[in-house]
C-alpha cells in the first residue's frame, strides 16, 4: 500500500510509515491511514498498548511548527 505523505510531499509505502523514526512508526501515520484501515488496532498489536501511547501521546506537531522549531534551533546555534 502507498500513500501520499504530506510531511515528505511523495508517495511512500505502508512499511516506511510505520518504521521510519528508528524504527518507531511515524506520529502522523494514525491521521494518514486512517480512512484506509484499523491503523489503531494494528498499530497497539506491533507495539502493545504502552508502546502506542508512549509513541502517539500528544498531538503530532504540523508542518508550520516543525519549520518554526528548525528555524529556531539553527538561530540558536548560529
Not at 23 to 33: D, E, M, Q, T
Not at 46 to 64: A, C, D, M, Q, V
Request: aromatic share 8%; glycine share 8%.
Amino acid at each position: 500500500m502507498n500513500i501520499y505523505c504530506s510531511q515528505l510531499g511523495m508517495i511512500i509505502e505502508f512499511s516506511y510509515c510505520v518504521s521510519m523514526n528508528e524504527g518507531l512508526p511515524c506520529r502522523n501515520a494514525i491521521r494518514c491511514w486512517r480512512d484506509r484501515m484499523d491503523i489503531e488496532h494494528y498499530l497497539k498489536e506491533i507495539l502493545g498498548e504502552e508502546g502506542f501511547h508512549k509513541n502517539f501521546s500528544g498531538l503530532p506537531k504540523t508542518r508550520l511548527e516543525r519549520i518554526i522549531e528548525l528555524v529556531n534551533n539553527l538561530g540558536e546555534k548560529g
